[in-house]
């Protein structure tokens, strides 16, 4: 018979050992073996290396459908319209009906901060989005993930690999010419690289050339000053173009 193996919870007490039969606690100071006899009860460490285990692997296996080529167009064509509105990165929130196993893409309000570069003498986008994900969702659905625009590779950034929560995260790069794919599922702090061709029903489609309009308008801009660089209140409180956006979301 297999030893039962316990997980020591934090606070938790387990029950005492029955007798005769061995079990094995994890804890946060390593694995334990505890046996009780008519003559004694332990409770004595154990190391893997003692155990003949075999090894185990990492894994990940999606069990959701793939992407649909119109949802990739529509993600596509928000991305080079907005992008050529305001020079920056563009996102979207990816939602998941499990019941229909359908998505539906969200569009954030979401904010491109831009510099005033003195050599090009004009404001520039910077290479950052924020946005919020949304507070309530369409009944049956979940947040699954989110997808947004790179200049060039989309490779991710440090920040995005110490942003990303729990989801599919999608990343979009050289929009103007072919664009490609990185395709992350994040799941207990571990980053799986999903091959895009496992979760786009097409990874060659192009661009929709108009997306919904009202997607345009949540793009917001805003401009780093002097009094802004500490990303301070007052610093989120200013933008020119569009006052009064929150501060709250995600870089
Ligand atoms: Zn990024």
Redesign the pocket.
Known sequence: MQPTAYLKRDGAELPPPNLDEPRYILAANGLFVERRSEIFTTSARVYTHDLSLDDHAESCRLHCPKLPRAMTRLMLGFFKIANAVHGGEVALVLLYEPERRVYRWHCPDQTVEQYYSSYRKEWIADDTIRFENPLELPEGFIHFGDA?L?HGAPT??SL?MLDDQDGMHI?VGEIDSRPRYNVDFVIDRRRFRIAPESFFEDVNCTPFEKVPRPWIDCVHTKRRTQSNTDWGNNGWNYDPWKPGKSSHGRW
């Open positions: 947004h790179h991710p950034s995005d990343i």
